[in-house]
T-cell receptor, first 115, second 116 residues
Framework: AQSVSQHNHHVILSEAASLELGCNYSYGGTVNLFWYVQYPGQHLQLLLKYFSGDPLVKGIKGFEAEFIKSKFSFNLRKPSVQWSDTAEYFCAVKKGKSSGDKLTFGTGTRLAVRP | GAVVSQHPSRVICKSGTSVKIECRSLDFQATTMFWYRQFPKQSLMLMATSNEGSKATYEQGVEKDKFLINHASLTLSTLTVTSAHPEDSSFYIC????????????FGPGTRLTVT
């Protein structure tokens, strides 16, 4: 079964600092990779996704992620965080593109940005 | 586009009663919807996959008689927590696969259930 690891459980940064959140998955086949964000009191929103092609994926709000197949990683980055980026971030993996394919979530990383 | 709603957003019920939570895809038809449970400060745990017109597929360890799922139409799935107990208190989130976007899942805002 596939699994997803997020090594940083809680990250505290000052505004303008750079961010990198780690995500590793365990599945040898073709995967679809996602990063979701959950702002306080709000529902899960998609930040970005990787299906195929360019391994450097750009998402909303200045976020990007790089798929490194050899490392089974899909780390999330942002060069300069803002206070409004305070949220919980989840990495997720899906094996296929069929309707019944399940998302497997990592444990999440709680980011707090100090103004 | 691709909006998913849940109702109610919050519900408080007494121990032993049943609660129904609705999940609707507002602007697309979803053959598959998913139900998750999220404990405080934890990740989303998939409870079951809801397939329109057929029985739901439950994850290991999820009691199908306790968490009844019905997916009667392409835009509506319901989760009924039967004979609720305080340990069922949690945040329940649904998602729906959008078929024109490789079944990418779109999430509802969640329902916070508190059982007293």
């Amino acid at each position: 079964a596939q699994s997803v690891s997020q090594h940083n459980h809680h990250v505290i940064l000052s505004e303008a600092a750079s961010l990198e959140l780690g995500c590793n998955y365990s599945y040898g086949g073709t995967v679809n990779l996602f990063w979701y964000v959950q702002y306080p009191g709000q529902h899960l929103q998609l930040l970005l996704k990787y299906f195929s092609g360019d391994p450097l994926v750009k998402g909303i709000k200045g976020f990007e992620a790089e798929f490194i197949k050899s490392k089974f990683s899909f780390n999330l980055r942002k060069p300069s965080v803002q206070w409004s980026d305070t949220a919980e971030y989840f990495c997720a993996v899906k094996k296929g593109k069929s309707s019944g394919d399940k998302l497997t979530f990592g444990t999440g990383t709680r980011l707090a940005v100090r103004p | 586009g691709a909006v998913v709603s849940q109702h109610p957003s919050r519900v408080i019920c007494k121990s032993g009663t049943s609660v129904k939570i609705e999940c609707r895809s507002l602007d697309f038809q979803a053959t598959t919807m998913f139900w998750y449970r999220q404990f405080p400060k934890q990740s989303l745990m998939l409870m079951a996959t809801s397939n329109e017109g057929s029985k739901a597929t439950y994850e290991q360890g999820v009691e199908k008689d306790k968490f009844l799922i019905n997916h009667a139409s392409l835009t509506l799935s319901t989760l009924t927590v039967t004979s609720a107990h305080p340990e069922d208190s949690s945040f329940y989130i649904c998602s729906a696969g959008e078929p024109t976007r490789f079944h990418e899942q779109y999430f509802g805002p969640g329902t916070r259930l508190t059982v007293t």
